[in-house]
């Protein structure tokens, strides 16, 4: 990623403290805080405005795919797609590709997803059955998963062109190809 990418995120990110007067007063902050967190945790119910849940709010911006035609689900669904050219400019810039242009580096990021998604099914499996009475057992499996976390960093690191900044920009890259998949789905 180059220096202009990196300050690029760094105005987006303080943004709001540059537009906003009262940005940096902390008891404002800490409030703000407070009510986004009341927002998360809230489940919601039927009358429950926007401002009030996420679920609410999901649900609200969501409606309009009610009355949406296939042609216009299949637009929204291209448009969408536009996240995942996110994910494919992060993944050219990996150290671990060697500046590699092969379509089989962005399969390899696909793969490591799906890896990603198959071990959070492996441990909620793991909590849900074993949690309440057999708490070793999902001990176990995290540290496991640990261990086998390190190994395969290390294994990486000796055999790849891998740096340890990658891991951090792989996090970025499923930013955008989470929310992706999430409009997608829906």
């Known amino acids: 990623m180059s220096l202009t990418c990196w300050l690029l995120v760094v105005s987006w990110i303080f943004a709001p403290f540059l537009f906003n007067p009262s940005g940096f007063d902390w008891l404002k902050t800490v409030d703000d805080f407070d009510d986004f967190m009341n927002w998360i945790w809230y489940r919601g119910s039927i009358f429950a405005k926007a401002t009030e849940s996420w679920e609410s709010w999901w649900y609200e911006e969501q409606h309009h795919l009610l009355t949406t035609s296939l042609w216009g689900k299949l637009l929204e669904i291209i448009l969408n797609l ?53 708490h070793i057992y999902v001990r176990l499996a995290k540290f496991l998963l640990m261990i086998l976390g390190i190994l395969l960093v290390i294994a990486l690191r000796q055999f790849t062109a891998f740096k340890y900044v990658d891991v951090f920009t792989s996090l970025l890259a499923l930013v955008p190809t989470g929310w992706g998949l999430i409009s997608i789905a829906q």
Do not use: P, T
Not at 86 to 98: A, D, E, M
Not at 111 to 132: P, T
């Open 82 to 134: 536009r996240f995942f050219f996110f994910q494919y400019g992060i993944v050219y810039h990996l150290g671990i590709s060697g500046q590699s242009g092969s379509v089989f580096v962005y399969l390899w990021s696909w793969i490591f997803i799906f890896a990603a998604f198959g071990i959070y099914l492996m441990m909620s499996y793991v909590r849900d059955n074993h949690g309440a009475k057999k």
